[in-house]
Nanobody, 119 residues
Framework: QVQLMESGGGLVQAGGSLRLSCAASGSAFSIGAMGWSRQAPGKQRELVAA???????NYADSMKGRFIISRDSAKNTVYLQMNSLKPEDTAVYYC?????????????WGQGTQVTVSS
């Protein structure tokens, strides 16, 4: 099993920045890809960004140029640096992981961390 724990959410003014962290524990060696999804009330969960074991990254179009996903393999941690935040970025952000080397099907979810962006 893999456990994911997010942190770093909070309240920020539009245009500000936050950095989310996701620490993986358990059988972290089994993870092939990790990423972040988000869900706003009344909306479906959407993939924000992903990073593979090899370091390849992928972003949703609305986050390109503003969000950066990175990892620290020694700490079994992935990060999401969020810049130029907009009110529409307000959501619960969930860390996600997959056994496959590509984030096609999510095998593990974190509990989520709230990000609120005020106007």
């Amino acid at each position: 099993q893999v456990q994911l724990m997010e942190s770093g959410g909070g309240l920020v003014q539009a245009g500000g920045s936050l950095r989310l962290s996701c620490a993986a524990s358990g059988s972290a060696f089994s993870i092939g890809a990790m990423g972040w999804s988000r869900q706003a009330p009344g909306k479906q969960r959407e993939l924000v960004a992903a990073i593979t074991r090899g370091g390849n990254t992928n972003y949703a179009d609305s986050m390109k140029g503003r969000f950066i996903i990175s990892r620290d393999s020694a700490k079994n941690t992935v990060y999401l640096q969020m810049n130029s935040l907009k009110p529409e970025d307000t959501a619960v952000y969930y860390c996600a992981a997959a056994r496959a080397p590509l984030l096609v099907r999510i095998d593990y979810w974190g509990q989520g961390t709230q990000v609120t962006v005020s106007s």
